[in-house]
């Protein structure tokens, strides 16, 4: 079997918590307060913050197909679970486990 990156496994983890909690903050703070209470520059700040984490945790995950070894199917659920609210976090699911299995 296969050595597994269990440092990159657990910021690729904590990548995806992070990721998952500023789209939370864009959806459900930033966005309200653009929309209902007229302060525009909420979005003008979390927006580029998400977008970065965004972006990041995709490159993460690409990255983690050699670097974890991840599997390319875990992959493709990993920058697909970026682009969908609730994603990152139902991703990190599998992803735990899979560091919990090193672990034993």
Do not use: C
Request: charged share 10%.
């Amino acid at each position: 079997m296969e050595s597994i990156n269990q440092t990159y496994l657990r910021w690729l983890i904590i990548a995806g918590i992070v990721e998952g909690l500023s789209t939370l903050i864009l959806f459900f703070v930033a966005m309200p307060m653009k929309y209902v209470g007229d302060m525009p520059e909420a979005v003008s700040i979390a927006g580029p913050i998400h977008g970065f984490l965004f972006i990041g945790l995709v490159v993460m995950f690409w990255i983690g197909r050699h670097a974890v070894p991840l599997p390319s199917r875990l992959m493709w659920w990993g920058m697909l679970g970026a682009v969908v609210p609730f994603g990152p976090f139902i991703v990190d699911v599998p992803l735990y486990r899979m560091l919990k299995a090193t672990d034993e």
